[in-house]
């Protein structure tokens, strides 16, 4: 019988590409990044890699990381 099916909450972060498109990384998955030419294109890809890479943990019987991450934008003056 199969496992049922369980939601995972992670932060994602995006960054412009200089020569056009996005890159997308998940922090707390080593490893887990992607790309696409629009915004829209790069969340399908980056929420793709993140359910192959769980995937891959549950099949080799690995812990899946929860999500600890503090995001906190910080002004600095220099």
């Known amino acids: 019988m199969e496992n049922p099916k369980q939601v995972y909450n992670y932060t994602v972060l995006l960054e412009k590409e200089e020569d056009g498109g996005y890159h997308a990384f998940c922090p707390i998955l080593k490893g887990c990044h992607s790309q696409g030419d629009t915004f829209e294109e790069t969340i399908n890809n980056i ?4 359910e192959l890479y769980i995937e891959s943990l ?3 019987n690995q812990p ?3 999500e600890n991450l503090i ?3 910080l ?4």
């Open 47 to 50: 929420t793709e890699a993140i």
């Open 58 to 60: 549950l099949a080799a």
């Open 64 to 66: 899946v990381p929860k």
């Open 71 to 73: 995001v906190k934008p």
């Open 75 to 78: 002004s600095v003056l220099v």
